[in-house]
């Protein structure tokens, strides 16, 4: 069946430009999770969703980072006015269950973010 | 924050040898996984351990909860097996059901060759 799925897979903005990315969860997934991967680093928690109601946003670095599920299925993650250190690999993340742990996190493809 | 660190960090070994990825971390845990990440950044979990040893076909992960040190290990390696592996640890802030505390490692990059 259909995995986690992400657009755009690849995405250059100028520093200064707003970008969304996307992730589409598995269908009836409860859960979405978003992680930043830096070059070279593991993966840092950005967000958690359950359903639309996003119950924690403690990993986002800073208030240019916005992230939404409206109708608890797709979401997007937005950051505006991209800075350079915002480039990394964008890694989306559903569940079945509401308590999720890592193993029971399905992960889509990522979006590579590159800030020139 | 949990300190989570990995060796090594890049790993080139032959087609059949075995193989020993290791991660240390620092603040006590509820539970430590190891993820295989291939090319392209698709994650897939390989085991969650709390305690002991737990082995899947060629893959084998061991924990030591007093020494807080975690070891994977790969028997008769492929070069199927070359990706990232990381290791990430949980430790329990709260039950929010959210990302639980967890801290990932940086990843040891391995290749096998044919």
């Known amino acids: 069946g259909a995995g986690v799925s992400q657009s755009p897979r690849y995405k250059v903005a100028k520093r200064g430009q707003d970008v969304a990315l996307r992730c589409d969860p598995i269908s009836g997934h409860v859960s979405l999770f978003w992680y930043q991967q830096a070059l070279g680093q593991g993966p840092e928690f950005l967000t958690y969703?359950?359903?639309?109601?996003?119950?924690?946003k403690s990993g986002l670095p800073s208030d240019r980072f916005f992230a939404e599920r409206p109708e608890g299925s797709v979401s997007t993650l937005k950051i505006q006015r991209t800075q350079q250190e915002d480039s990394a690999v964008y890694l989306c993340?559903?569940?079945?269950?509401?308590?999720?742990?890592?193993?029971?996190?399905?992960f889509g493809p990522g979006t590579r973010l590159t800030v020139t | 924050k949990n300190e989570v660190e990995q060796s090594p960090q890049n790993l080139t070994a032959q087609e059949g040898e075995f193989i020993t990825i290791n991660c240390s971390y620092s603040?006590?845990?509820?539970?430590l996984h190891w993820l295989q990440q291939h090319p392209g950044g698709g994650i897939v979990s390989l085991f969650m351990?709390?305690?002991g040893k737990k082995k899947h076909g060629r893959l084998i992960a061991t924990i030591n909860i007093q020494e807080k040190h975690s070891s994977l290990h790969i028997t008769a390696s492929h070069p199927r097996d070359s990706a990232v592996y990381i290791c990430a640890v949980r430790t329990p802030l709260y039950s929010g059901g959210g990302a639980d505390g967890l801290t990932f490692g940086k990843g040891t990059h391995l290749i096998i060759q044919p």
């Open positions: 603040v006590g845990i509820s539970a």
């Open positions: 969703f359950q359903n639309e109601a996003q119950l924690d």
């Open positions: 351990l709390s305690s």
């Open positions: 993340a559903s569940s079945p269950k509401r308590v999720a742990g890592l193993y029971e996190q399905y």
